[in-house]
């Protein structure tokens, strides 16, 4: 089993920055994709980044090069920089772990989740 506890999350001004961590407890690997994904009320999962073992990175249309996803395997953490946020980013936003080969933006194709931690982004 993996373990995984989101932090960073808060109140911030649009054009603000914002920093989320994702740490990695239990029977972890460095070969798992790490991934995250946001969620607002009454809507699906929605796929936001994933960062594979050799460090190959994944982002969604609307990033628009303004998230930087890292991980640090050393420390099991994964790391989402969010610059120039916008109203839209408001959401909660999940930290998740895929075991199995591959790459996926799917919320099905991850086995682990974390609890989430609110991001909201005012105008």
């Known amino acids: 089993q993996v373990q995984l506890v989101e932090s960073g999350g808060g109140l911030v001004q649009a054009g603000g920055s914002l920093t989320l961590s994702c740490s990695a407890s239990?029977?972890?690997?460095?070969?798992?994709?790490m991934g995250w994904f946001r969620r607002v009320p009454g809507k699906e999962r929605e796929f936001v980044a994933a960062i594979m073992y050799d460090s190959s990175t994944y982002y969604a249309d609307f990033v628009e090069d303004r998230f930087i996803i890292t991980r640090d395997n050393a420390k099991n953490t994964v790391y989402l920089q969010m610059n120039s946020l916008k109203p839209e980013d408001t959401a909660a936003y999940y930290c998740?772990?895929?075991?199995?080969?591959?790459?996926?933006?799917?919320?099905?194709?991850?086995?682990?989740w974390g609890q989430g931690t609110q991001v909201t982004v005012s105008s």
């Open positions: 998740a772990v895929r075991s199995s080969a591959g790459f996926s933006k799917r919320p099905a194709g991850y086995n682990y």
């Open positions: 239990g029977r972890t690997s460095s070969a798992y994709t």
